[in-house]
């Protein structure tokens, strides 16, 4: 069983994928919940489970920002309280209540609190203004990945492996052998590799406007931020040239535990809406490319490499680790300490 980070934004999905009217079921940390938007087209997010018969409220109807069970119809409002029973008297027994969640909308992202509601604080969402919709263009997709959330994690901040896994597509012969270095700020991590004198794919080539055939000199840098929050900045210059006259792109990977063993994956790509339709279609043509090989790649090894793990703790397996781990290494061990030090003082609260 994994134990999960809980007093920290994760994403909910894209926010425009929320409409009003319209309830949507999702499954976070293993909790089912129900998101809606209210009259007002503000992001509602509750337990979706009534408390008298447990059915999915999802199954019942939104009606005047109220949720009506589709068993036996008691109505829940926006906060989770019980507003009406059609039974008897009418009398609302006191537990007749569901978990509220908060939820916010930043930088095109619905972002939904897990831990403990009075310490949501939405000045702590993850700074992804690089793919704020006001700005940019955003190409965006989805995977429902049966793997673990930290699997992923590893993969995105180890980026040696698009030499061997994804040899036509994203990477080339001299990925693995590039200079990597490992920066932690706070609780920030950043993996960094660049690579000199690279050939590109040809698909690269096309997708970056790079002259068939030209060298070039490309950096990958990730930042991590908990509780696997990623922001790739992927760019290039011809080789030998400085990076300051280069070109790069932001690409979005966040992901949610959906349960111990399932994760849910957002990912998107950022172009400047100054280049107007030009900018919209390389959006939409970067992220339609890119989809194939995180679908038909990625996803595939992962969930190998989950069913391998099955239920064991991945330290347990003793993992053989190599030079390019390292980020891998220390964000887990930072995510390790978040959470241990967030049970010892729920802990704390509970006995005192």
């Known amino acids: 069983m994994s134990f999960f980070l809980r007093n920290c934004w994760y994403v909910a999905g894209w926010a425009d994928e929320f409409a009003e009217g319209r309830m949507t079921?999702?499954?976070?940390?293993?909790?089912?919940?129900?998101?809606?938007?209210?009259?007002?087209?503000?992001?509602?997010?509750?337990?979706?489970?009534?408390p008298h018969r447990f059915v999915p409220l999802h199954l019942g109807r939104l009606k005047n920002d109220e949720i009506q069970c589709a068993y036996h119809g008691l109505s829940f409002d926006c906060t989770g309280a019980c507003v009406h029973n059609p039974h008897g008297s009418g009398a609302i027994p006191?537990?007749?209540?569901?978990?509220?969640?908060?939820?916010?909308?930043?930088?095109?992202?619905?972002?939904?609190?897990?831990?403990e509601p009075e310490s949501a604080d939405p000045s702590k969402i993850c700074d992804f203004s690089a793919l704020d919709p006001d700005f940019f263009y955003v190409?965006?997709?989805?995977?429902?990945?049966?793997?673990?959330?930290?699997?992923?994690?590893?993969?995105?901040l180890d980026l040696s492996h698009i030499e061997f896994l994804h040899q036509s597509s994203l990477g080339s012969d001299g990925v693995a052998q590039g200079a990597t270095e490992v920066v932690q700020d706070g609780a920030t991590v950043y993996s960094k590799r660049s690579t000199h004198g690279e050939r590109l794919t040809p698909d690269l080539e096309r997708l970056r406007g790079v002259p068939a055939g030209q060298l070039v000199d490309r950096w990958l840098d990730v930042r991590w931020n908990a509780p696997a929050l990623m922001l790739l900045e992927t760019g290039l210059t011809p080789a030998g040239q400085?990076?300051?006259?280069g070109r790069a792109v932001h690409v979005a990977h966040v992901f949610t535990p959906e349960t111990d063993a399932t994760t849910h994956y957002w990912f998107g790509i950022a172009f400047p809406r100054t280049l107007g339709e030009e900018g919209e279609r390389l959006a939409r043509e970067n992220i339609e490319w890119l989809s194939h090989p995180f679908t038909t790649e990625d996803m595939p090894m992962l969930e190998a490499q989950q069913a391998a793990i099955g239920d064991s703790d991945f330290w347990s397996l003793k993992p053989v680790l190599l030079a390019s781990d390292a980020a891998a290494v220390r964000v887990r061990r930072t995510l390790d300490e978040m959470i241990k030090q967030e049970q010892a003082f729920s802990g704390e609260r509970q006995s005192s």
């Not at 999702?26 to 337990?47: M, Y």
């Not at 209540?97 to 095109?108: L, S």
């Not at 190409?139 to 993969?155: F, I, M, R």
């Open 242 to 245: 400085p990076r300051s006259g």
């Open 139 to 156: 190409g965006k997709s989805y995977l429902n990945v049966k793997a673990n959330y930290q699997l992923e994690t590893d993969n995105i």
């Open 94 to 115: 006191r537990a007749a209540r569901v978990r509220a969640y908060p939820i916010e909308e930043r930088y095109g992202f619905a972002w939904i609190w897990m831990g």
């Open 25 to 50: 079921p999702r499954t976070f940390l293993n909790e089912q919940i129900v998101i809606f938007r209210d009259s007002k087209g503000a992001l509602q997010a509750l337990r979706d489970r009534c």
